[in-house]
């Protein structure tokens, strides 16, 4: 499961998932990246976690100072590379994001949106900590997952997908309560407001969450002074 996206869900094959997006999920994938855009300073260096083909990462750029978009797919990232061909302001390096290969305290800003903490398919803990060991004090941390009243049109949107072959057959005995299951071995879950609260408690850190468009609920963690020595990894 680990490898789906990376081998069945990679560069135009990913890029098809948005591109037969219904208007309602538009909205929603909009509203996140505006909320994200919000939470950017000019000059910030930000790095997207899970960035895919790039989806994103030109509306980051115009916002921050830079911006570094990492994915695990090669063939993913090739594709990003023509998207982004024309941004100055942006990189693009194949990593895994739970073991990141920067220093402690180098990001402003790392984003993990549209479920990524679900869809890589790592220790969720491990993703997290990882994400503040490189985050500044003064920065933000923003991951997201799916709100429960989006639900419907969640189902609606992968109903789309599994239609045009991108994913397999639902099994709707198994698809509830926040999760989807496909017959080909994909699942699909949602943390929860609760799930981040656990998954970010042995941090030093502030944590909020947010609700945003009735779409998605983001977790907004704010590192705290001293909460990570510099150092233990270089670039």
Aim: proline residues 3%; contains cysteine; neutral net charge.
């Amino acid at each position: 499961m680990s490898k789906y996206y990376p081998h069945k869900l990679s560069a135009a094959r990913l890029k098809e998932v948005y591109d037969i997006a219904p208007p309602r999920v538009r909205q929603y994938l909009d509203a996140e990246v505006n909320h994200v855009l919000d939470k950017i300073r000019p000059g910030d260096l930000v790095i997207e976690l899970g960035c895919g083909y790039g989806r994103i990462l030109a509306k980051l750029a115009g916002k921050a100072g830079w911006v570094i978009g990492i994915d695990i797919s090669a063939p993913t990232l090739e594709l990003a590379r023509e998207t982004v061909d024309t941004v100055s302001n942006c990189s693009l390096s194949r990593m895994d994001a739970a073991k990141l290969g920067f220093n402690d305290r180098t990001f402003d800003c790392v984003v993990c949106i549209q479920n990524g903490i679900s869809a890589f398919h790592v220790d969720q803990r491990a993703l997290i900590s990882e994400s503040v060991r490189v985050a500044r004090p003064d920065g933000i941390v923003l991951f997201s997952s799916y709100s429960d009243k989006f639900w419907e049109h969640r189902l609606k949107w992968f109903e789309l997908q599994s239609e045009a072959g991108l994913v397999g057959e639902i099994n709707y005995k198994k698809t509830k309560d926040g999760i989807i299951v496909c017959n080909d071995g994909f699942v699909a879950t949602t943390v929860r407001s609760m799930d981040f609260l656990a998954l970010t408690a042995h941090l030093n850190v502030d944590v909020q969450i947010v609700e945003v468009d009735e779409s998605s609920t983001f977790c907004e963690i704010t590192p705290r002074a001293g909460s990570s020595k510099e150092g233990k990894r270089g670039c």
